[in-house]
């Protein structure tokens, strides 16, 4: 294989069409996305240009916070400000994006997601927040973890791995940021994340004012739904440290 390209194969030719209609997609509509050239597209792979560079740590949570509200604002603006998030988004060619509330909640009330480790009654809580979430605007959720992230030596920030697009609430992948990088290298500060917060709303209201207003409360409350959807990794992927343990707020100090 050239050294400067890389494969992504799937599992499936299913899988393998989701991702590419993902990519398509977010190169038409969310133009702030630096994404990796599409070389070719195989039955069950997809080749890229190689990206040389760094995953996130928690230095880059205000500037990919920032990134994000650029992102999210502009897809809204561009596509999503009819959508709903209790219903799929139709876009060209018979594809969808799915809703947020519908693979969420199925997870959440499949019978093996109950362990040891996690409480019905965090189960529960995690439901509710996701009803709440209804009708706020409609961004999307692309998976925003530290391994999806590349920041290349100038400092641009490429966003890589097409599997997972759905309809989120604006905060939802910011708050999955900010959960898998504390689980990945720990506490990260209260007044960082309050700082990439003000970052993430304030780039989202530059597309449109009533985008910016995602409370410090509501990103908790998101991190609370991821918490309960990415327990059961830890131990994988670099997860190295339970989100209770690290949630800002419970250990003083933190990763700056």
């Given at each position: ?12 030719a ?98 093996d ?8 009654q ?52 910011l ?16 007044k ?65």
């Open positions: 294989m050239n050294e400067g390209a890389f494969t992504k194969r799937y599992a499936s299913q899988q393998c069409a989701a991702a590419r209609f993902h990519y398509d997609w977010l190169a038409a509509h969310v133009q702030p996305l630096c994404l990796p050239r599409l070389l070719a597209t195989g039955r069950r792979h997809l080749i890229f240009g190689h990206v040389h560079g760094r995953y996130a740590t928690p230095v880059d949570l205000e500037a990919l916070a920032a990134h994000l509200g650029d992102a999210h604002g502009t897809a809204w603006v561009n596509v999503l400000h009819t959508a709903r998030l209790d219903y799929p988004h139709r876009a060209t060619g018979g594809h969808t994006i799915a809703d947020f509330a519908t693979p969420r909640l199925a997870a959440l009330n499949s019978s997601r109950v362990t040891t480790s996690m409480r019905a965090e189960i529960t809580r995690a439901i509710e927040l996701i009803h709440a979430a209804i009708d706020r605007p409609a961004a999307i959720y692309k998976d925003t973890n530290p391994r999806n992230v590349l920041i290349t030596p100038t400092g641009r920030i490429m966003t890589i791995d097409f599997a997972d697009l759905t309809l989120a609430p604006f905060g939802y992948d708050a999955k940021l900010v959960v898998t990088l504390s689980m990945t290298h720990g506490s990260i500060a209260e960082t994340v309050e700082r990439a917060l003000a970052a993430y709303n304030a780039a989202a209201a530059r597309h449109a004012s009533a985008l910016g207003d995602t409370s410090y409360a509501q990103l908790l409350g998101y991190a609370q739904i991821h918490h309960v959807l990415t327990a059961r990794y830890l131990g994988r992927g670099g997860y190295q440290y339970q989100w209770p343990a690290v949630r800002p707020g419970t250990v003083s100090g933190g990763t700056p």
